[in-house]
């Protein structure tokens, strides 16, 4: 019984041997690519982790600088995190920040360079339309209406429709055309949510132009 016991092990044993020679190199490099993934993954998610901690704490700096009306604090903090962690959307809210607190601290220069980072590089579309409608704004007040006509007629999401509109009115206005003026209006206010103070604004701006958009106007898709 003992011998054909041993006789059975030897057996499988050199089953084992036989499946090894055959599939053990793949069930290795299989092995290898497996925990080769985890171990990658796991040190994504430490990397992204760090980064997500280290943009959060220039972000507070510049958000403490602006409040300081500290515009030296706010180009430094921002330089640092566009430097080390500008994938980040930390990195891209921070530019927009700091380019409002850089133009209430008179530095326009400063916060266009801020605006146009993130109109440029960031990856949301959302905080690449916000940057070109305050580039917009800032190229009116410096009198540039051609360029703020190029960042306002820059792709943007559907959403951004009724702002622009409201933006190109402006522009228009300013170079005294007003017909085209009361054409972008008109847009901004049938597209804008008539819930929103802003489409108030934008009713006032008609009013002066001698225009009751009330009487006239279709509501946007989902406003009341």
Partial sequence: ????????????????????????????????????????????????RKQAVGAAMLYDEIERAVADK????????????KDKF????????????????????????LAKA????TAEQSGDEGL??????????????ANAADEAIKWLQSPMPAEFAGLTADRLGDVYLSQGKNNEARVEYEKAYQLLDSTTEYR??????L?????????????????K
Avoid: C
């Fill in 1 to 48: 019984m003992a011998q054909s016991l041993d006789l059975e092990e030897q057996e499988q044993l050199d089953q084992i041997k036989h499946f090894w020679r055959r599939y053990g190199n793949a069930i290795t490099w299989a092995l290898i690519v497996i925990f080769g993934a985890v171990a990658a993954w796991n040190g994504w998610q430490y990397w992204q």
């Fill in 70 to 81: 500290d515009a030296e604090r706010m180009s430094r903090a921002l330089a640092d995190i």
């Fill in 86 to 109: 500008s994938r980040t959307t930390y990195a891209q809210r921070g530019a927009l920040l700091a380019a409002s607190g850089l133009n209430a601290a008179g530095k326009p220069d």
């Fill in 114 to 117: 801020a605006l146009a980072w």
């Fill in 128 to 141: 690449r339309s916000v940057a070109r409608l305050r580039l917009a704004a800032l190229a009116l007040d």
């Fill in 200 to 205: 108030q604004l934008v009713e006032v701006k």
């Fill in 207 to 223: 009013n002066a132009l001698g225009v009751d958009p009330k009487s006239t106007a279709v509501s946007a898709p989902g406003t």
